[in-house]
């Protein structure tokens, strides 16, 4: 299974981006779907997650009425729109893929990584 994350950029304060992660290789409808994110010297954090079908989906609280995660099981790809940006949500933003439908919130229980879209918001 791989994970190819795309849209990241440099964008101002009060800006939007969207990002995108193709999966290929597996059987992307059954999988629920999770973006993470790390900024310099922090640790990985959960940024949001989809169900295998929609469902589902929960925001890291400091995204919550900001970015809006879903998914095209027709293409494969899980979106994570981003509105009114702040500087504090510079990272790498990396997508997850959790074949057990476990995952949630926790990263340890994602199973397949892509290899992350940097973001980077300006003041």
């Known amino acids: 299974v791989q994970l190819q994350a795309s849209g990241g950029g440099l964008v101002q304060a009060g800006g939007s981006l969207r990002l995108s992660c193709v999966v290929s290789?597996?059987?992307?409808?059954?999988?629920?779907m999770g973006w993470f994110r790390q900024a310099p010297g922090k640790e990985r954090e959960f940024v949001a997650t989809?169900?295998?079908?929609?469902?589902?989906?929960y925001y890291a609280d400091s995204v919550k009425g900001r970015f809006t995660i879903s998914r095209d099981n027709a293409k494969n790809t899980v979106y994570l729109q981003m509105d009114v940006l702040k500087p504090e949500d510079t990272a790498v933003y990396c997508c997850?893929?959790?074949?057990?439908?476990?995952?949630?919130?926790?990263?340890?229980?994602?199973?397949?990584w892509g290899q992350g879209t940097q973001v980077t918001v300006s003041s």
């Open positions: 997850a893929a959790d074949v057990s439908n476990r995952g949630g919130t926790d990263s340890r229980r994602y199973h397949y």
């Open positions: 290789g597996g059987t992307f409808s059954s999988y629920d």
């Open positions: 989809i169900s295998w079908s929609g469902g589902r989906i």
